[in-house]
Nanobody, 125 residues
Framework: QLQLVESGGGLVQPGGSLRLSCATS????????IGWFRQAPGKEREGVSCISHSGDSTIYADSVKGRFIISRDDAKNTGYLEMNSLEPEDTAVYYC??????????????????WGQGTQVTVSS
């Protein structure tokens, strides 16, 4: 079964930074939009950010705008989510997903073809 693999999660203090990675060795990621989603305990999964398959379009949830940066390196078949000024409210399991020829018109999780298993991010002092 094709899937993505997230890495880079962990425990960080408020105000700190983490960079998540999303990679696969099973297919060519550059044909896919890469979306990042998160699910906090007791809450529904929500969209965080998305970068289009061409890389020229990005969107962010209001809650992370100005703090998170999404990017991709197609030569490495990897997507990234740089998270800065982290807050306890950012604590969640973070998932990446791939949407074939996606243009990131929204942060809906509908239409994504492949998902990762998730990586835990905990922001706490």
């Amino acid at each position: 079964q094709l899937q993505l693999v997230e890495s880079g999660g962990g425990l960080v203090q408020p105000g700190g930074s983490l960079r998540l990675s999303c990679a696969t060795s099973q297919f060519t990621l550059n044909y896919y939009a890469i979306g990042w989603f998160r699910q906090a305990p007791g809450k529904e999964r929500e969209g965080v950010s998305c970068i289009s398959h061409s890389g020229d379009s990005t969107i962010y949830a209001d809650s992370v705008k100005g703090r998170f940066i999404i990017s991709r390196d197609d030569a490495k078949n990897t997507g990234y989510l740089e998270m800065n000024s982290l807050e306890p409210e950012d604590t969640a399991v973070y998932y990446c997903a791939g949407d074939l020829f996606g243009d990131c018109s929204s942060l809906s999780e509908n239409g994504y073809d492949y998902w990762g298993q998730g990586t835990q991010v905990t922001v706490s002092s």
